[in-house]
């Protein structure tokens, strides 16, 4: 039996804690189905291009099926599968144009950053003198962090459910998808990156003891070593494990987000196919 979400003819727009305490709840109801699926989509990494497509497709399957549980509308694997099996490729490619495009971003943003903290810090030597050294180069580097992190967040809430509408939406492609996402978050931008933010402390304590502690141990370890080859493993499974713990998270948390920014825009009057039913491998 789904879990009470709200009824959706009452549902209002969300502050950015009802946000991410609903895909927790989401995660944790359906914590077995989804965990299963994280685990499939990880595995399919392994395998180039195409099992890179079939982890995209995953990713938006379990955006999907948050989804339709929050609007009383709730599908099984294999029925809401055959929907997104369809449109594989396509999951691919929204995943690589949202990826290449946030590439670019950085570097734009990396120049930026670097030309107006090297001003910043030339007219702080001027002012200060050489005494105002430190304190140039120190104030440069935390403006260029600052203008990466805000300039990266603002892109990537852009972009956040970009898979959504391909996974969720009729008569769309992966270039609609990422257009569809970059209309709905467009009045929401500052928001989405709180509850991004947010949803990263979260995260952060089970990706800090899964993924960057481990990473800690190789420094100071010899590569080549048998001692270095067996940390990097545990390191590697470290990192495989929180992919996949983490990984339902985000995909609810972007399904409730999608779901909101069509109530605040658009309304609900959504209505999902009855697909036939087709197993998932």
Known sequence: ???????????????????????????????????????????????PIYGWAKYAAISGLISRLAFGEL??????VQAASSHVNLRLWSFLRIGFQVGISLLVVYFGLAIVGGIVGVLLGVVLRIILGTTGVVIATTLAIILM????????????????????????????????SVARSWELTKASVFRIQGIVLVAF?????????????????????????????????????GSLIGGVLVMPFWQALKA???LDLRTRREGLGLQLREPPSQDFR
């Open 145 to 176: 962090v600052v203008i990466l992190l805000l300039g990266l967040t603002w892109f990537y809430s852009r972009w956040i459910v970009a898979e959504v509408p391909l996974a969720v939406e009729e008569n769309i492609n992966g270039g609609e």
């Open 256 to 258: 409730v987000l999608y």
């Open 71 to 76: 609007i009383y509308q709730p599908e099984s």
């Open 1 to 47: 039996m789904s879990e009470n979400f709200g009824s959706p003819s009452q549902i209002q727009p969300l502050s950015i804690g009802n946000v991410v305490s609903a895909a927790v709840r989401l995660y944790r109801s359906h914590l077995k189905s989804y965990l299963n699926l994280a685990a499939i989509a990880h595995l399919w990494v392994l395998v």
């Open 201 to 237: 402390i979260v995260t952060l304590p089970l990706l800090f003891v899964l993924n960057y502690i481990p990473s800690l141990f190789l420094i100071g370890l010899e590569p080549g070593s048998a001692i270095y080859s067996i940390v990097y493993l545990i390191s590697w499974i």
